[in-house]
């Protein structure tokens, strides 16, 4: 159904908007109903870490970088032995 992670996330982020907005925000007391509209826009906005300020570091980018360092250090390995 869903191609990959970052498509699955995004659908449960718009879930839990959809769950926050469905609630009945109109009978909670003012801090509760921030507190909704806080995690409503946090949920808009996906969470992700940047690799040095230059780009995100996404699940496929760091599974690139454990393969290409893993066939460095096992071409490293054969050359020693």
Known sequence: MYTS???KLLSESKGITDAVY???WYDLSPNEARSLMIIMLRARIP???TAGKFCPFSH???SN???TSMSYL???YATNS
Request: aromatic letters at 6%; glycine letters at 0%; one cysteine or more.
């Open 60 to 62: 496929n980018l760091f």
């Open 22 to 24: 469905e609630c009945p």
């Open 5 to 7: 992670k970052s498509e």
């Open 74 to 76: 096992s071409v490293l």
């Open 47 to 49: 969470l992700h870490i």
């Open 65 to 67: 970088i454990l393969k």
